[in-house]
């Protein structure tokens, strides 16, 4: 089954305006982690929760994350043209940076931001 | 910090070759390193686990004699895609992590894009 999913799987809105992703998944997790890629590159880090965090800032970027429900969001305030690209969440699940590490990625929610 | 790179950039090979693709840590060591494949407009389907000095172990459903990794040095390890098919068009992608408990993220390969004749 997927570990992380996220939604919405497309997403376009205007330059200014703030976009929200979220994402869901299925078991306990150390951690989750939020990347971003643009069109045919690799991945780029974001920001990462912890499972005993609630809520994380870094710019215009918000994460939340709710063990509760198994989900998380991110949000990007202030949109600009330069934030489009495809988004992915990421669990870790193992022994956090330990020997059996591994992330699962979601399918990923593609931002379209309009000039 | 922490720049991986990743040779070549894109190949086009006939059906029946074998290639090579190399993952580079650049200003770190890595005894860690990822690979993926990437389908269009999909996710990061994780293929295998590469540690150096030692076997790499493989996701279910990947076939090891045919996706050969080599995590020879702690800065280099390789995916050798072998009889190559049509169907094994993809983007490959690798990553690395930086070594130490603790240590989560990830950091990531421009990818390789193949393609298979």
């Known amino acids: 089954s997927q570990q992380g999913e996220e939604d919405p799987q497309a997403l376009s809105i205007q330059e200014g305006e703030n976009a929200t992703m979220n994402c869901s998944y299925k078991?306990?997790?150390?951690?989750l982690q939020w990347y971003r890629q643009n069109s045919g590159r690799g991945l780029v880090h974001l920001i990462l929760?912890?499972?005993?965090?609630r809520e994380k800032h870094s710019g215009r970027l918000r994460v939340t994350l709710d063990t509760s429900k198994k989900s998380s969001s991110l949000l990007i305030t202030a949109s600009r043209a330069a934030d489009t690209a495809s988004y992915f969440c990421?669990?870790?699940?193992?022994?956090?940076?330990?020997?059996?590490?591994?992330?699962?990625f979601g399918k990923g929610t593609l931002l379209t931001v309009n000039p | 910090g922490a720049v991986v790179s990743q040779h070549p950039s894109r190949v086009i090979c006939k059906s029946g070759t074998s290639v090579k693709i190399e993952c580079r840590s650049l200003?770190?060591?890595?005894?860690?390193m990822f690979w993926y494949r990437q389908f269009p407009k999909q996710s990061l389907m994780l293929m295998a686990t590469?540690?150096?000095?030692?076997?790499?172990?493989?996701e279910q459903g990947v076939e090891k004699d045919k996706f050969l990794i080599n995590h020879a040095s702690l800065t280099l390890s390789t995916l050798t895609v072998t009889s190559a098919h049509p169907e094994d068009s993809s983007f490959y992608i690798c990553?690395?992590?930086?070594?130490?408990?603790?240590?989560?993220?990830?950091?990531f390969g421009p990818g390789t894009r193949l393609l298979v004749l």
């Open positions: 990553s690395a992590r930086l070594p130490g408990q603790g240590r989560e993220t990830q950091y």
């Open positions: 078991t306990s997790i150390n951690n």
């Open positions: 929760i912890r499972s005993n965090e």
């Open positions: 990421a669990t870790d699940a193992g022994n956090s940076g330990g020997s059996n590490y591994k992330l699962t």
């Open positions: 200003d770190f060591q890595a005894t860690t």
């Open positions: 590469s540690n150096e000095g030692s076997k790499a172990t493989y």
